[in-house]
T-cell receptor, first 118, second 111 residues
Framework: DAGVIQSPRHEVTEMGQEVTLRCKPI?????LFWYRQTMMRGLELLIY????????DSGMPEDRFSAKMPNASFSTLKIQPSEPRDSAVYFC????????????????FGNGTRLTVT | QKEVEQDPGPLSVPEGAIVSLNCTYS??????FMWYRQYSRKGPELLMY????GNKEDGRFTAQVDKSSKYISLFIRDSQPSDSATYLC???????????FGTGTLLAVQP
């Protein structure tokens, strides 16, 4: 099992440009999560999907952020236009069952995309 | 006030020391408590999981939950340089399927 795969590992872009981050979850995992990590705010949940359907996007900071999951093996997080305050590490994670409750499954994280907006 | 508070450290200890890492939280609906370990430039990995109050031990690691005080701890005995990482507490409960993470504590174990 290759684990959760994210691309690119690093992205440097100029303010105003569109940024697309990609994620391939572990096969068979029905839940997919996008997190953002910064020193000041830690790990914040942006959005999560269940069976390719967005369930909770209340963590998406503003309309400049959008996420899609066109099929069970691929998801994107897009920022348009990007701003310097979007600089962070963006993680994708997947899980076979809900992350809470008696079934409890751990989140399996990718190694993240480090985004720098200048 | 954040739902989960965690001292960011850094915490530096000598090899062999006992390490205590802590988090406090404000949401009384939280029932599921986890500790994740994150090595530099990697994603977090689940280390310990505890349901409700009590203790759980796994090798050199012990997780404690005190729901009455809204306080959770992770103890590492006989710490090793390979334990150097950021430790994040995470918790959830109620009607949500969301994990809420602390900001993480950076631990350095000196050989």
């Amino acid at each position: 099992d290759a684990g959760v795969i994210q691309s690119p590992r690093h992205e440097v872009t100029e303010m105003g440009q569109e940024v697309t981050l990609r994620c391939k979850p572990i096969s068979g995992h029905d839940y997919l999560f996008w997190y953002r990590q910064t020193m000041m705010r830690g790990l914040e949940l942006l959005i999560y999907f269940n069976n390719n359907v967005p369930i909770d996007d209340s963590g998406m900071p503003e309309d400049r952020f959008s996420a899609k999951m066109p099929n069970a093996s691929f998801s994107t997080l897009k920022i348009q236009p990007s701003e310097p305050r979007d600089s962070a590490v963006y993680f994708c994670a997947s899980s076979p069952t809900p992350v809470t409750g008696v079934q409890n499954s751990p989140l399996h994280f990718g190694n993240g995309t480090r985004l720098t907006v200048t | 006030q954040k739902e989960v508070e965690q001292d960011p450290g850094p915490l530096s200890v000598p090899e062999g020391a006992i390490v205590s890492l802590n988090c406090t939280y404000s949401n009384s609906a939280f029932q599921y408590f986890m500790w994740y370990r994150q090595y530099s430039r990697k994603g977090p990995e689940l280390l310990m999981y505890t349901y409700s109050s009590g203790n759980k031990e796994d090798g050199r690691f012990t997780a404690q939950v005190d729901k009455s005080s809204k306080y959770i701890s992770l103890f590492i005995r006989d710490s090793q340089p390979s334990d150097s990482a950021t430790y994040l507490c995470a918790m959830s409960g109620g009607a949500t399927n969301k994990l809420i993470f602390g900001t993480g504590t950076l631990l350095a174990v000196q050989p």
